[in-house]
C-alpha cells in the first residue's frame, strides 16, 4: 500500500530498500531465515549423518533370543548385528517386557520380524502379506518363486514359508501364527546369492520360534 | 476504503489507540510470498521436501494399505473441525489473519513432520538404541526424541512467521496462537501417518478396523497433545526472544522446557508410570496426572500471555466509550475473557437484554476489527460497524 501526504511519495510497505539488501534479499530476513535452515538440516541432515557413521555394535551372540512379547521368542541369526528389538533379559523398565518388533542385518541381508493380532491361520497370513507385496512399490515384480512349504518348530509351532523374486531383489517369507490370537510375518530380503550363503542360518531362526505362555 | 474524518475521543485516548494498534500490528495484512525474504524461500524449501517425503512415504504403500490410509484421512479430517472451532475462538482480541495460520498450519504439517522430525526421529532412535541399548531406547528413547525434533520444528513456524511478518507477530498470546495452529498440522498429519502405520502393523488385514482403533486411541490423547504443547513452547519462545511486555526471557525459557517436558512424559508414560508404580502407574498418569498438569501448564501459560492482548482491545476500544458509543464496561467486557463477558451479560435484567448486551459485545469486536483494518482512521467501514451498534442498542 502506497502512502502518501500531500501528494508526495512517502513509502510502499513491501519495498525494501536498496541499501537493506544482500543478494537483492532483505538483509533483516537473514537471520530468522539463516536460523531455521540451520536448524533443520541439523536436525534432517547432520543428526542422522551421524547416525549412519555409528557402527552397530550389537552382534548377536549364540544363546540370544529375540522377545516379542508375551512368551514370544525367536533366536536371531549369530553374528548378526541387531538393528531393532530386545533381547531376552535385556535391561527393561517393566522385567520382561518385549518389542513386537525386531531387525536385524548382515552383509546386506536384512530379516524383519512384525507381531501383531490376526484371525486366521498361517497360510492365511502368508496370503495376506503376499497380497500386500504384490502390491507394494518397494516391491516392483513381486512373484512368489517357490510355493509356499509347512515349517514346523522347535516348540512345536506350525507355519508356512515360501521365497519371492521382484526387481528390488529376492527374498523369503513366513508366516506363523499362535493359539493366543496373534499372527508372526518373517521376511528376509537381499540377492539370491546372499541368501544361499545363509540358508542354513535363517533356516534355523524360523525353526526356533517358540511361545510360552508366561507364568 | 475512503477516509472520512478522524476518529472520536480525546486525543490521549487516540494516541492510545494509535499505540495499541502499532504495537500489536493488528490490520497489517499478510503476505506469504515475498521473493526478497529469505524466510518465504526456507518456508517453500521445507514445504516442498515435507510434501515429497509424505508423497513418497504413503506412496510407496497406498496400493496395499489405501483402504487403511484413507479411513485415517477421512476420520482425522473430521477431528480437525472441533480443532479449528476452538482455536478459531481463541485466535481474538487483535486477531492474526486466517493466511498466517493456515502457513503455521501448512508447515506443522509438512516442514516439521516429514521434513524434519520424520528423518531426525529415527536417527535419534537409532543412535540411542547404538549407545545405549535397545531395552532403554525402548523405554525412554521416544520422549528423549519427539520433544527435540518436534517441538524445535514446529517452533521454527514461529521464526519464519516472526521474518515474514514482524509487525503482526508481536505478543506471547500471538506465539501460544501460532504455536497451537502450528501443532495441528503436525498432529493432524502425525494421526494420520499412525492410522498408516498401524494399519501395515496389522498385516493389511481388515484396514478400517486398524485404523479405526488409532483414532480411538490418539484423538482423545491429542487433546493434551502437539497443540498444547507447541502453544506454550511458542508462548516461551516469544518471551524468549523478548517479543512481549517486559522481560521476561526466564519465564520463556521455563515455559518451552515445561512443553518439552510434557511432551517427553506423554512419550515415555509406560517407562516413567511403571517405575513410580507399576502398571496402575500407567493408567494414573494417562488418565489422570499428565491431563491434569498439561492443562495446567496450558492454562498457566494462556494467564500470563493473555493480559497484554486484552490491554491492547482495551486501548483500541477505549476512545469508543469517550464518544458514548459503548459504555466502559461493554468495553471491559468486550475486551475480556469469557468469564468476563459472562458476568456482564449476567448482569442484565431480563433475556432480552442480555441477548442484546451479547450481540452489542460482538458489534464491538467487530468495530474493533474495523478499526484495526483502518488503521485506526475512520472509515466507512468503521462508521458502519459504529452504526451497527446503535442499531443494536436501539432495538430494545
Known sequence: MASTYGGRHVAVDNWVPVERRWLGLDKRTLLPGLVVFAIAILLRSIIPSIDQATPVDDVIEAGDRLNLDNGLTIAPPVGWELVDGILVGADTVQPGAGSASASMVQGGVQAQIAVSSFAGDAGALLDQVNRNDSRSDSRPGFTVSAEPTAITTVGGITGAVEGYTSAAGDGLLAAFTFPDGRGMAVEVAGTSEQLAARTSQIDAMLRSVTLEVPQ | ?396
Not at chain 2, 140 to 164: D, R
Not at chain 2, 241 to 260: E, Q, S
Not at chain 2, 304 to 324: K, N
Request: aromatic letters at 10%; charged letters at 15%.
Open chain 2, 1 to 396: 476504503m475512503t477516509t472520512l474524518d478522524q476518529a472520536p475521543g480525546s486525543s490521549a485516548a487516540l494516541t492510545a489507540r494509535a499505540g495499541a494498534l502499532e504495537a500489536s500490528g493488528w490490520g497489517v495484512p499478510f503476505r506469504l510470498v515475498q521473493v526478497r525474504n529469505l524466510c518465504f524461500w526456507v518456508f517453500a524449501l521445507g514445504v516442498a521436501g515435507g510434501i515429497y517425503e509424505m508423497l513418497r512415504y504413503f506412496g510407496s504403500g497406498v496400493h496395499a494399505y489405501g483402504v487403511g490410509l484413507g479411513t485415517g484421512i477421512v476420520a482425522f479430517a473430521v477431528y480437525t473441525v472441533p480443532w479449528l472451532i476452538l482455536l478459531s475462538y481463541h485466535n481474538r482480541y487483535t486477531r492474526l489473519p486466517g493466511k498466517l495460520l493456515v502457513t503455521a498450519v501448512v508447515w506443522g504439517a509438512a516442514g516439521a513432520a516429514f521434513w524434519i522430525a520424520l528423518p531426525a526421529n529415527g536417527a535419534f532412535l537409532s543412535l540411542y538404541g547404538k549407545i545405549f541399548g535397545h531395552g532403554w531406547a525402548n523405554d525412554w528413547g521416544a520422549g528423549l526424541t519427539a520433544p527435540i525434533n518436534e517441538e524445535i520444528g514446529k517452533a521454527l513456524a514461529l521464526i519464519l512467521l516472526i521474518g515474514l511478518a514482524p509487525r503482526l507477530v508481536r505478543s506471547p498470546f500471538d506465539g501460544l496462537i501460532i504455536g497451537a495452529y502450528a501443532g495441528l498440522g503436525f498432529q493432524i498429519i502425525e494421526d494420520v501417518l499412525y492410522a498408516y502405520n498401524g494399519t501395515i502393523a496389522n498385516f493389511g488385514a481388515d484396514q478400517v478396523g486398524s485404523a479405526l482403533n488409532v483414532v480411538l486411541v490418539r484423538a482423545p490423547s491429542g487433546l493434551f497433545g502437539h497443540v498444547l504443547f507447541s502453544a506454550v513452547f511458542c508462548a516461551g519462545l516469544m518471551w524468549l526472544l523478548g517479543r512481549g511486555a517486559g522481560r521476561h526471557r526466564l519465564r520463556g525459557a521455563l515455559l518451552m522446557l515445561g512443553a518439552m517436558a510434557a511432551h517427553g512424559c506423554w512419550d515415555n508414560m509406560g517407562a516413567i508410570g511403571y517405575s513410580l508404580a507399576g502398571t496402575i502407574g500407567i493408567s494414573l498418569l494417562w488418565f489422570l496426572v499428565l491431563p491434569i498438569a498439561d492443562l495446567l501448564l496450558l492454562w498457566l501459560t494462556f494467564r500470563l500471555a493473555v493480559p497484554q492482548e486484552q490491554a491492547w482491545l482495551r486501548d483500541i476500544l477505549a476512545p469508543e466509550a469517550e464518544s458514548g458509543l459503548l459504555t466502559e464496561e461493554e468495553v471491559t467486557a468486550a475486551a475480556g475473557g469469557w468469564k468476563t463477558r459472562r458476568r456482564f451479560r449476567k448482569a442484565q435484567h431480563g433475556h432480552r437484554e442480555r441477548k442484546r448486551a451479547k450481540h452489542i459485545l460482538a458489534a464491538a469486536n467487530d468495530l474493533a476489527q474495523e478499526v484495526a483494518e483502518a488503521g485506526g482512521h475512520d472509515t466507512e467501514g468503521v462508521e458502519h460497524a459504529r452504526s451497527e451498534v446503535r442499531r443494536l442498542r436501539a432495538a430494545a
